[in-house]
Protein backbone atom coordinates (compact mmCIF):
# COMPACT_ATOMS: atom_id res chain seq x y z
CA UNK A 1 0.00 0.00 0.00
CA UNK A 2 1.00 3.98 -0.33
CA UNK A 3 -0.58 6.69 1.19
CA UNK A 4 -0.81 9.92 -0.20
CA UNK A 5 0.41 13.07 1.96
CA UNK A 6 -1.89 15.04 -0.51
CA UNK A 7 -2.49 18.78 0.56
CA UNK A 8 -1.59 18.13 4.66
CA UNK A 9 0.28 21.95 4.75
CA UNK A 10 -3.29 23.72 3.71
CA UNK A 11 -6.03 21.66 5.82
CA UNK A 12 -7.58 24.31 7.23
CA UNK A 13 -8.41 25.13 3.67
CA UNK A 14 -9.95 21.89 2.92
CA UNK A 15 -13.43 22.14 2.34
CA UNK A 16 -12.67 25.53 -0.16
CA UNK A 17 -10.19 23.42 -2.21
CA UNK A 18 -12.45 20.11 -1.95
CA UNK A 19 -15.42 22.63 -3.33
CA UNK A 20 -13.24 24.61 -6.40
CA UNK A 21 -11.79 21.41 -7.40
CA UNK A 22 -15.27 19.40 -7.43
CA UNK A 23 -16.90 22.62 -9.26
CA UNK A 24 -13.77 22.13 -12.01
CA UNK A 25 -14.27 18.78 -11.94
CA UNK A 26 -18.30 18.74 -12.67
CA UNK A 27 -16.80 21.50 -15.20
CA UNK A 28 -14.61 18.76 -17.07
CA UNK A 29 -17.34 16.57 -17.44
CA UNK A 30 -19.94 18.34 -18.69
CA UNK A 31 -18.19 20.77 -20.95
CA UNK A 32 -16.56 17.65 -22.68
CA UNK A 33 -19.38 15.24 -22.75
CA UNK A 34 -21.32 18.40 -24.46
CA UNK A 35 -18.48 19.06 -27.31
CA UNK A 36 -18.83 15.04 -27.45
CA UNK A 37 -22.67 14.77 -28.08
CA UNK A 38 -22.79 18.36 -30.35
CA UNK A 39 -20.17 16.54 -32.42
CA UNK A 40 -21.95 12.93 -32.49
CA UNK A 41 -25.39 14.30 -33.51
CA UNK A 42 -24.85 17.56 -35.46
CA UNK A 43 -24.45 16.57 -39.28
CA UNK A 44 -22.35 19.95 -39.46
CA UNK A 45 -19.71 19.05 -37.05
CA UNK A 46 -19.31 15.64 -39.37
CA UNK A 47 -15.68 16.88 -40.49
CA UNK A 48 -12.48 15.70 -39.54
CA UNK A 49 -11.28 18.89 -37.41
CA UNK A 50 -14.73 18.29 -35.09
CA UNK A 51 -14.05 14.14 -34.64
CA UNK A 52 -10.13 14.69 -33.42
CA UNK A 53 -11.85 17.68 -31.18
CA UNK A 54 -14.15 14.73 -30.02
CA UNK A 55 -11.55 12.59 -29.61
CA UNK A 56 -9.58 14.87 -27.06
CA UNK A 57 -12.69 15.34 -24.94
CA UNK A 58 -12.86 11.59 -24.40
CA UNK A 59 -9.11 12.05 -23.58
CA UNK A 60 -9.65 14.79 -21.08
CA UNK A 61 -12.49 12.91 -19.30
CA UNK A 62 -10.21 10.09 -18.93
CA UNK A 63 -7.41 11.81 -17.69
CA UNK A 64 -9.62 13.80 -14.99
CA UNK A 65 -11.63 10.87 -13.99
CA UNK A 66 -8.59 8.67 -13.45
CA UNK A 67 -7.12 11.69 -10.82
CA UNK A 68 -9.74 14.31 -9.84
CA UNK A 69 -11.74 11.76 -7.62
CA UNK A 70 -9.16 9.96 -5.99
CA UNK A 71 -7.56 13.59 -5.58
CA UNK A 72 -11.03 14.74 -3.81
CA UNK A 73 -11.02 11.95 -1.37
CA UNK A 74 -7.14 13.10 -0.30
CA UNK A 75 -8.02 16.56 0.39
CA UNK A 76 -10.83 15.39 2.28
CA UNK A 77 -9.08 12.73 4.07
CA UNK A 78 -5.51 12.48 5.39
CA UNK A 79 -3.02 9.54 4.61
CA UNK A 80 -5.47 8.08 1.80
CA UNK A 81 -4.00 4.87 0.97
CA UNK A 82 -3.75 3.03 -2.71
CA UNK A 83 -2.84 -0.60 -3.64
CA UNK A 84 0.09 -0.95 -5.42
CA UNK A 85 -2.07 -2.15 -8.71
CA UNK A 86 -4.57 0.41 -8.02
CA UNK A 87 -0.70 2.90 -8.13
CA UNK A 88 0.29 1.21 -11.19
CA UNK A 89 -3.13 1.82 -13.05
CA UNK A 90 -3.50 5.35 -12.27
CA UNK A 91 0.32 5.93 -13.09
CA UNK A 92 -0.50 4.00 -16.58
CA UNK A 93 -3.90 5.57 -17.14
CA UNK A 94 -2.31 9.05 -16.78
CA UNK A 95 0.90 8.17 -19.13
CA UNK A 96 -1.83 6.43 -21.52
CA UNK A 97 -3.89 9.69 -22.10
CA UNK A 98 -1.10 11.98 -21.57
CA UNK A 99 0.76 10.25 -24.86
CA UNK A 100 -2.29 10.05 -26.69
CA UNK A 101 -3.21 13.55 -26.32
CA UNK A 102 0.58 14.84 -27.47
CA UNK A 103 -0.03 12.48 -30.84
CA UNK A 104 -3.32 13.68 -30.69
CA UNK A 105 -2.90 17.38 -31.02
CA UNK A 106 -0.06 16.35 -34.08
CA UNK A 107 -2.58 14.68 -35.71
CA UNK A 108 -4.83 17.95 -35.47
CA UNK A 109 -2.21 19.96 -36.52
CA UNK A 110 -1.39 17.93 -39.80
CA UNK A 111 -4.87 18.21 -40.44
CA UNK A 112 -5.07 22.39 -40.00
CA UNK A 113 -1.86 21.92 -42.57
CA UNK A 114 -3.71 19.71 -45.13
CA UNK A 115 -6.92 22.20 -45.07
CA UNK A 116 -4.84 25.45 -45.52
CA UNK A 117 -1.90 24.76 -47.48
CA UNK A 118 -3.94 21.80 -49.45
CA UNK A 119 -7.54 22.99 -49.45
CA UNK A 120 -8.58 21.20 -52.95
CA UNK A 121 -7.22 17.90 -52.11
CA UNK A 122 -8.36 18.37 -48.52
CA UNK A 123 -11.51 16.45 -48.48
CA UNK A 124 -10.27 13.39 -50.46
CA UNK A 125 -6.92 12.91 -48.45
CA UNK A 126 -8.48 13.26 -44.49
CA UNK A 127 -11.11 10.75 -45.03
CA UNK A 128 -13.10 9.02 -42.70
CA UNK A 129 -11.44 6.01 -43.04
CA UNK A 130 -7.71 8.21 -42.37
CA UNK A 131 -9.40 9.90 -39.45
CA UNK A 132 -10.09 6.41 -37.79
CA UNK A 133 -6.43 4.85 -38.66
CA UNK A 134 -4.56 8.31 -36.98
CA UNK A 135 -6.76 8.42 -33.77
CA UNK A 136 -6.31 4.28 -33.28
CA UNK A 137 -2.71 4.63 -34.26
CA UNK A 138 -2.70 8.17 -31.47
CA UNK A 139 -4.26 5.49 -28.95
CA UNK A 140 -1.88 2.74 -29.60
CA UNK A 141 1.22 4.50 -29.43
CA UNK A 142 0.36 6.59 -26.35
CA UNK A 143 -0.70 2.91 -24.57
CA UNK A 144 2.09 0.72 -26.07
CA UNK A 145 5.03 3.60 -25.01
CA UNK A 146 3.58 4.36 -21.41
CA UNK A 147 3.18 0.28 -20.89
CA UNK A 148 7.16 0.04 -21.52
CA UNK A 149 7.51 2.60 -17.83
CA UNK A 150 4.15 0.79 -16.32
CA UNK A 151 6.73 -2.48 -16.90
CA UNK A 152 9.73 -0.86 -15.84
CA UNK A 153 8.20 0.60 -12.15
CA UNK A 154 6.59 -3.28 -11.46
CA UNK A 155 10.20 -4.50 -11.42
CA UNK A 156 11.18 -2.30 -9.07
CA UNK A 157 11.56 -2.55 -5.03
CA UNK A 158 9.76 -0.25 -2.26
CA UNK A 159 11.25 -1.19 0.78
CA UNK A 160 11.50 2.09 2.52
CA UNK A 161 8.99 4.69 3.68
CA UNK A 162 5.32 4.03 1.12
CA UNK A 163 4.38 7.35 1.73
CA UNK A 164 4.21 9.74 -1.56
CA UNK A 165 4.05 13.58 -1.46
CA UNK A 166 1.98 14.30 -4.10
CA UNK A 167 -2.02 13.42 -5.02
CA UNK A 168 -1.31 10.69 -7.54
CA UNK A 169 0.69 8.13 -8.62
CA UNK A 170 2.99 10.05 -10.41
CA UNK A 171 6.62 8.65 -11.69
CA UNK A 172 9.30 11.14 -9.70
CA UNK A 173 7.18 10.82 -6.75
CA UNK A 174 7.42 6.96 -6.78
CA UNK A 175 10.75 7.07 -8.52
CA UNK A 176 12.01 8.94 -4.82
CA UNK A 177 10.27 5.90 -2.80
CA UNK A 178 12.05 3.04 -4.26
CA UNK A 179 15.50 1.67 -2.99
CA UNK A 180 15.97 0.01 -6.22
CA UNK A 181 18.91 1.65 -8.56
CA UNK A 182 16.61 3.89 -10.72
CA UNK A 183 19.16 5.20 -13.50
CA UNK A 184 18.25 3.02 -15.93
CA UNK A 185 14.69 3.71 -15.20
CA UNK A 186 15.49 7.43 -15.91
CA UNK A 187 17.36 6.53 -19.11
CA UNK A 188 14.38 4.83 -20.22
CA UNK A 189 11.69 7.40 -19.58
CA UNK A 190 13.94 10.41 -21.26
CA UNK A 191 14.77 7.59 -24.69
CA UNK A 192 10.84 7.17 -24.67
CA UNK A 193 10.00 11.35 -24.09
CA UNK A 194 12.12 11.76 -27.44
CA UNK A 195 9.10 9.80 -29.31
CA UNK A 196 5.94 11.01 -27.08
CA UNK A 197 6.66 14.55 -26.52
CA UNK A 198 9.87 15.83 -29.03
CA UNK A 199 8.16 14.06 -32.05
CA UNK A 200 4.53 15.74 -31.92
CA UNK A 201 5.91 18.87 -30.84
CA UNK A 202 8.51 19.06 -34.18
CA UNK A 203 5.54 17.68 -36.54
CA UNK A 204 3.28 21.04 -34.83
CA UNK A 205 5.70 23.47 -35.27
CA UNK A 206 6.54 22.41 -38.83
CA UNK A 207 2.95 22.50 -39.99
CA UNK A 208 2.49 26.29 -38.37
CA UNK A 209 5.43 27.02 -40.24
CA UNK A 210 4.00 25.95 -43.43
CA UNK A 211 0.49 27.11 -42.51
CA UNK A 212 1.72 31.12 -41.61
CA UNK A 213 4.07 30.81 -44.89
CA UNK A 214 0.33 29.68 -46.76
CA UNK A 215 -1.06 32.74 -45.07
CA UNK A 216 1.32 35.30 -46.10
CA UNK A 217 0.04 34.58 -49.32
CA UNK A 218 -3.01 35.57 -48.87
CA UNK A 219 -3.28 39.05 -50.29
CA UNK A 220 -5.66 40.65 -47.87
CA UNK A 221 -5.79 40.80 -44.37
CA UNK A 222 -9.50 39.80 -43.78
CA UNK A 223 -8.78 36.82 -45.49
CA UNK A 224 -5.40 35.95 -43.11
CA UNK A 225 -7.49 36.59 -40.47
CA UNK A 226 -10.48 34.36 -41.44
CA UNK A 227 -8.50 31.60 -42.79
CA UNK A 228 -6.17 31.79 -39.32
CA UNK A 229 -9.01 31.43 -37.71
CA UNK A 230 -9.67 28.09 -38.04
CA UNK A 231 -6.83 26.64 -36.11
CA UNK A 232 -6.42 29.40 -33.34
CA UNK A 233 -8.22 27.08 -30.73
CA UNK A 234 -5.87 24.40 -31.80
CA UNK A 235 -3.11 26.74 -31.15
CA UNK A 236 -4.46 27.79 -27.96
CA UNK A 237 -4.81 24.39 -26.73
CA UNK A 238 -1.01 23.55 -27.93
CA UNK A 239 0.26 26.29 -26.36
CA UNK A 240 -1.61 25.63 -22.65
CA UNK A 241 -0.88 21.78 -22.71
CA UNK A 242 2.80 22.25 -23.57
CA UNK A 243 3.34 25.14 -21.13
CA UNK A 244 1.39 23.12 -18.25
CA UNK A 245 3.70 20.02 -18.81
CA UNK A 246 6.99 22.92 -19.25
CA UNK A 247 5.79 23.70 -15.79
CA UNK A 248 5.06 21.12 -14.49
CA UNK A 249 8.25 18.07 -15.30
CA UNK A 250 10.97 20.55 -17.25
CA UNK A 251 11.06 23.61 -14.78
CA UNK A 252 14.49 22.96 -12.35
CA UNK A 253 13.33 21.22 -8.83
CA UNK A 254 15.98 23.15 -6.84
CA UNK A 255 14.83 25.52 -3.98
CA UNK A 256 11.10 24.43 -5.24
CA UNK A 257 8.45 23.45 -2.76
CA UNK A 258 6.75 20.40 -3.15
CA UNK A 259 3.31 22.61 -2.79
CA UNK A 260 4.48 24.50 -5.80
CA UNK A 261 5.06 21.43 -7.65
CA UNK A 262 1.64 19.74 -6.91
CA UNK A 263 0.17 23.34 -7.77
CA UNK A 264 1.87 23.24 -11.15
CA UNK A 265 0.68 19.08 -11.77
CA UNK A 266 -2.92 20.55 -11.01
CA UNK A 267 -2.86 23.06 -13.94
CA UNK A 268 -2.41 19.67 -16.13
CA UNK A 269 -4.12 16.95 -14.68
CA UNK A 270 -7.42 19.41 -13.12
CA UNK A 271 -7.27 22.77 -15.23
CA UNK A 272 -6.48 21.97 -18.90
CA UNK A 273 -9.05 19.00 -19.10
CA UNK A 274 -11.38 22.02 -18.00
CA UNK A 275 -10.16 24.71 -20.21
CA UNK A 276 -10.21 22.83 -23.72
CA UNK A 277 -13.99 22.74 -24.21
CA UNK A 278 -13.95 25.83 -23.32
CA UNK A 279 -11.79 27.27 -25.37
CA UNK A 280 -12.81 25.34 -28.48
CA UNK A 281 -17.01 26.44 -27.58
CA UNK A 282 -15.67 29.58 -26.81
CA UNK A 283 -13.95 30.43 -29.89
CA UNK A 284 -15.35 28.52 -32.67
CA UNK A 285 -18.80 29.62 -34.21
CA UNK A 286 -20.15 26.78 -35.87
CA UNK A 287 -20.20 25.21 -31.92
CA UNK A 288 -21.63 28.62 -30.45
CA UNK A 289 -24.12 28.59 -33.09
CA UNK A 290 -25.32 24.94 -32.50
CA UNK A 291 -25.58 25.46 -28.71
CA UNK A 292 -27.86 28.18 -29.20
CA UNK A 293 -29.67 26.83 -31.74
CA UNK A 294 -30.46 24.23 -29.66
CA UNK A 295 -31.23 26.53 -26.05
CA UNK A 296 -33.60 28.35 -28.68
CA UNK A 297 -35.59 25.30 -29.53
CA UNK A 298 -35.47 23.69 -25.71
CA UNK A 299 -37.04 27.21 -24.74
CA UNK A 300 -39.91 26.98 -27.14
CA UNK A 301 -40.42 23.63 -26.52
CA UNK A 302 -40.73 24.59 -22.78
CA UNK A 303 -43.00 28.00 -23.46
CA UNK A 304 -45.45 25.59 -25.96
CA UNK A 305 -45.66 23.09 -22.88
Known amino acids: MFFFLGFSSITVYNLLFFTLVLIIYIGTICGNVMIIMLVYYSKTLHSPMYFFLSQLSISDILLSTDIVPNMLNIILHERT ?12 VFGSTGGFECF ?9 Y ?16 LCNKLVLVSWMLGCSLTFILAFG ?12 DHFFCDLNPLMELSCSDTFGFYIEETMLAFPVLTVPFLVIVVSYIYI ?3 LLKIPSFSGRLKTF ?4 SHLTVVFIFYGTLIAAYLIPKEGQSHMIGKMMSMLYTVLTPFLNPLIYS ?4 DIKDIVRNVACNQRTKILNL
Do not use: K, W
Open 212 to 214: FLT
Open 282 to 285: LRNR
Open 81 to 92: SISFSGCIIQSY
Open 114 to 129: LAICFPLHYVSIMNHG
Open 104 to 112: LLSVMSYDR
Open 153 to 164: ICHLEFCGSNAI
Open 229 to 232: STCS
